[in-house]
């Protein structure tokens, strides 16, 4: 059995980093033409179709990151941002300094360890199994 700060700890860790991820969705698909510079870039990696794939990204960040803070399908949404943030740290950032992909790197680190702990107590999860 956890103890109650293990579950505190890992909902202060869902709720910020879901809120930070999250807010790099909402700046990449509501900020005027950045979606558009965000494409493009996805295309410049060389990924087929880079409309699906930039949209793909920047939602998994949005309502990935949403769901992480909320713990609602906390696992999948972990992956969802394991996944995006891969890509990020090791394909677009990859020939960058370290300085630059570390973000990326941390939130692929933080989604890899809730991928493994889950939600904890604290989560909509928790509430959904116990109905």
Avoid: N
């Avoid at 509501?30 to 087929?48: L, N, S």
């Avoid at 972990?78 to 990326?104: N, Q, R, W, Y």
């Amino acid at each position: 059995m956890s103890k109650w700060y293990h579950d505190v700890g890992l909902l202060i860790l869902r709720v910020l980093t879901g809120l930070f991820m999250a807010s790099h969705g909402y700046g990449k698909i509501f900020t005027e033409g950045r979606m558009e510079q965000f494409t493009e870039g996805v295309a410049e990696m060389g990924f087929p179709l880079p409309i699906v794939f930039a949209w793909s990204a920047a939602l998994s960040e949005l309502l990935g990151g949403l769901l992480l803070a909320a713990g609602l399908f906390t696992r999948y949404a972990a992956f969802l941002i394991f996944c995006t943030m891969t890509v990020a740290a090791f394909i677009a950032h990859g020939d960058d300094p370290f300085s630059v992909k570390e973000k990326a790197l941390l939130f692929w680190t933080i989604s890899l360890a809730v991928m493994f702990l889950g939600a904890g107590q604290y989560a909509v999860d928790r509430l959904i199994r116990k109905k």
